[in-house]
């Protein structure tokens, strides 16, 4: 499975298919933190927040990097779970090279300033571990719509970008606290709004979406899972 993941990992660079949503993401994290500073808390959770579609994007590329044949043939080889999962962790490890510079790029552009006295602006220490927590949540969230959108099991690009759009929207719209069902998507924008929050609510909320975004992302892979078994 780790060669598998590998193989995958290398077409998907080699090949060229990482500069669409690479160029995509760096324009996207200049726009975000060249704007001016803010505490890191509330930058990050919505570099995170914007980054989800691109998240998404990155993983449906790297599962539609293989031709069809190529993925029914390693699916026979090692079988259907292996096979499944070599994508997702090739995609995973694509992403996570995402979130890390969208967490290095505003300390380097000098987009994080320092707390204001008596604010109640939590330190940057805080704001940066709880903007890798929002980032991993949405890697997560992003990891399983690119799923749900990859040619595998959509068949058709019009399809897959179909899923690609509601995903996005449903995630930003849905998302939100008093949304009317936000259980439809994961809580990208919820983690943003709550990150922006002067004093921050308490670890517990954090915690709490954390939890909600897993619970989505595991009934996504789920549905993953079932839907490739139909169309395999």
Do not use: N
């Not at 590998?6 to 995509?24: D, E, H, K, Q, W």
């Not at 704007?35 to 449906?60: N, R």
């Not at 990097?65 to 090692?78: G, I």
């Not at 995903?167 to 939100?176: A, D, E, R, S």
Request: with cysteine; glycine share 12%.
């Amino acid at each position: 499975m780790i060669s598998l993941t590998r193989m995958r990992l290398a077409g998907f660079l080699r090949g060229g298919r990482v500069l669409a949503p690479l160029i995509t993401g760096l324009v996207v994290l200049g726009i975000i933190h060249g704007g001016g500073q803010s505490p890191a808390a509330p930058a990050y959770g919505y570099s995170a927040a914007i980054l989800f579609p691109v998240l998404a994007w990155l993983t449906k590329v790297v599962l539609d990097t293989e031709p069809d044949t190529q993925r029914h043939l390693a699916r026979v080889t090692v079988g259907p779970a292996r096979e499944a999962a070599a994508g997702a962790l090739a995609a995973t490890a694509a992403g996570l090279a995402f979130c890390a510079a969208a967490i290095v790029a505003p300390l380097l552009l000098g987009a994080i300033r320092a707390p204001i006295p008596g604010s109640g602006e939590p330190s940057t220490a805080a704001g940066v571990a709880l903007g890798i927590l929002a980032h991993l949540g949405a890697l997560a969230a992003g990891v399983a719509l690119g799923a749900l959108a990859s040619r595998a099991v959509t068949r058709t690009v019009r399809a897959g970008v179909t899923v690609l759009a509601v995903g996005t929207v449903l995630g930003v719209v849905l998302g939100l606290r008093g949304s009317i069902a936000p259980w439809l998507a994961p809580p990208v924008m919820a983690m943003a709004r709550e990150l922006a929050r002067t004093p921050l609510p308490p670890a517990g909320t954090f915690w709490l979406l954390s939890a909600e975004a897993l619970g989505w992302c595991a009934v996504a892979a789920t549905a993953y899972a079932w839907l490739r078994r139909r169309r395999s």
